[in-house]
């Protein structure tokens, strides 16, 4: 076969400037929830009358969870709060504020307010840290229930414990 008469692609020219960083996705100003409960589709929550704490704008006012002997799963796959709103959002992130480090959470919506945990989804996860945990969802999701999950305690071998001082809900912008 003939040779081309196109040149050979040059490799692309190296550049020292770093890449900008991703930007930061847009969000609007936080919903609060009509309602917040605890969440346990396997039975009595832990410390239901202080579940309304998180979302009483005063981060020193808490809602924790039972302390375990044992981490999750090994009890219960978890404990959690369902947040309810007056008309459905479109949730892009939730902010922790206060929450006990260590802790891994899952951010699931649902379509209910006592869903059975298997007719929920995982939109979102994270580990939290002392002070503020922003977990970014992997997309915008429209719904009227969500769901805090946690999956494993803060807390050393036989105290298992974790506690949520603020939730923030912020939709999509």
Do not use: M
């Amino acid at each position: 076969p003939p040779a081309s008469s196109q040149p050979a692609a040059a490799p692309p020219a190296s550049s020292s400037a770093p890449a900008p960083p991703p930007a930061a996705p847009k969000v609007g100003d936080p919903v609060k929830p009509k309602a917040v409960a605890v969440y346990n589709p396997e039975g009595k929550g832990d410390n239901p009358g202080r579940a309304k704490n998180v979302i009483d704008g005063d981060p020193g006012t808490v809602w924790k969870t039972e302390q375990y002997k044992q981490q999750f799963p090994t009890i219960k796959p978890g404990v959690g709060l369902v947040a309810t709103f007056q008309d459905p959002i479109n949730l892009s992130q939730v902010k922790i504020s206060g929450g006990t480090a260590g802790t891994k959470v899952e951010i699931r919506s649902a379509t209910e307010k006592d869903p059975d945990l298997a007719d929920t989804k995982v939109v979102g996860n994270g580990d939290l840290q002392d002070g503020d945990t922003t977990i970014q969802l992997a997309q915008p999701t429209q719904g009227e229930y969500f769901i805090v999950w946690i999956t494993q305690l803060g807390g050393d071998d036989g105290a298992h414990l974790s506690q949520i001082g603020e939730l923030s809900f912020l939709p999509a912008g």
